[in-house]
């Protein structure tokens, strides 16, 4: 095996590969990325059992083909320190050394057998969804702010994505919650899309969404029975997804909250911040004294001192004291994408209900906290 590739490619493949392998694992193999040159491209793979990624390169210089698996992390920490867009050499000299020139440095990396490296299947039943890059993404990263680091509950460590229908029309819904927030946001698509309910693992959303970050391509979607598979361009990440129920999250969305309050994003966030730095634990909370035109919060922490800051609101009822933690509000409100985020309560302990008013396919749940 003996080829010629621009060092940034490479690199731009492997910082992907980078997410996915295990830095310390059983199974030395999964700490390594295949390389293997066959029909005029580079492939390039990658997994840690649960997720494997693939990307294909055209643009390299094919002297012999072949293929061989070496450690994901060294080569791409050697990778980092070339020059940008130099010339990467490599040559496969034995089964279990490969040579890396560049410029005037020379590598000579260990590798392991390819018959080591897990096979994969990429053969799917499901109908394909072609879905807009941008705002699947968008979803994502609305939606997983809420996903669940709780793994005594598995089936909400991750985001549940089903087809819903409103006044005749069809989305793509992603849901996640922790149990003290809930997010939700929808993408319109074509009625005639079939697609099974699944709910995708954490890891997987947060790799999926640093490659929609870095390419324009259209997203190709497609599920089987346990796995899913997103295709972008050379591109592919395929994973299995949680084996499990995800609850009715219908129930817990507040219908009859009728107190409005309406407050400017971005004031909102930065007087939290700063109320909040008076406290190394974000856990102890942020009250809330709502009043007509303005909203005055309050952190009081007993081991460091306490913050107030009053900023402008409007407000339809009479004055209300509620309190959250922190970090979810800031979570939540960044989000936001309209200048105001609107918040509707309807005492101090019930869910709260945060709407986007420039995005109306989109919510939060908030529990209140006792402080």
């Known amino acids: 095996m003996q080829f010629v590739v621009k060092r940034d490619i490479l690199l731009k493949s492997l910082n992907f590969v980078q997410g996915i392998v295990e830095k310390k694992n059983t199974l030395p193999i999964l700490s390594n990325v295949l390389l293997q040159l066959k029909d005029k491209k580079l492939s390039i793979v990658a997994t840690d059992l649960d997720i494997i990624f693939y990307d294909e390169i ?38 279990n050394k490969l040579s890396l020139k560049s410029e005037n440095a020379d590598f000579n990396l260990l590798c392991l057998p390819i018959d080591n ?17 941008s705002r699947f993404l968008k979803l994502l990263n609305k939606t997983r702010i809420s996903i669940s680091n709780d793994d005594t509950r598995h089936y909400l460590n991750g985001i549940f994505l089903h087809l819903t229908e409103a006044h005749g029309r069809y989305f793509l819904t992603g849901v996640a919650t922790d149990s003290h927030r809930l997010s939700s946001s929808s993408l319109e698509i074509d009625n005639s899309s079939n697609f099974n309910s699944l709910i995708l693992p954490r890891k997987t959303v947060f790799q999926l969404c640093s490659l929609l970050n870095e390419t324009s391509d259209q997203l190709l979607m497609q599920s089987s029975d346990n796995k ?16 499990g129920k995800f609850p009715d999250y219908k129930k817990v969305v507040p219908t009859s909250n009728d107190k409005t309050l309406v407050v400017s994003s971005k004031d909102f966030i930065n007087s939290i911040e700063r109320v909040a730095s008076v406290s190394l634990d974000r856990k102890e909370g942020v009250k809330l004294t709502i009043n007509k035109d303005n909203v005055q919060l309050s952190v009081n922490s007993a ?48 869910p709260v209900l945060i709407e986007d008013i420039a995005d109306k396919n989109s919510y939060y749940v908030i529990m209140p906290m006792k402080i």
């Open 303 to 350: 081991n460091s001192g306490e913050g107030n800051e009053k900023i402008k609101a409007e407000f339809n009822s009479e004055n209300l004291n509620i309190s959250f933690n922190s970090k979810y509000l800031i979570d939540i409100a960044s989000e936001v994408e309209d200048k105001n985020l609107k918040m509707n309560l309807k005492d101090s302990v019930s």
């Open 228 to 243: 899913i598979k997103f295709s972008l361009g050379n591109t592919k990440l395929i994973s299995k997804v949680i084996d």
């Open 58 to 95: 055209l643009d390299v210089k094919i002297i012999n083909e072949g293929s061989t698996t070496t450690s994901a992390a060294i080569l791409y920490d050697i990778l980092r320190k070339i020059s940008s867009n130099a010339e990467l050499n490599f040559d496969l000299k034995t089964e």
């Open 117 to 133: 490296f897990p096979s994969f299947a990429d053969e799917f039943d499901g109908h394909e969804i072609s879905l807009n890059n």
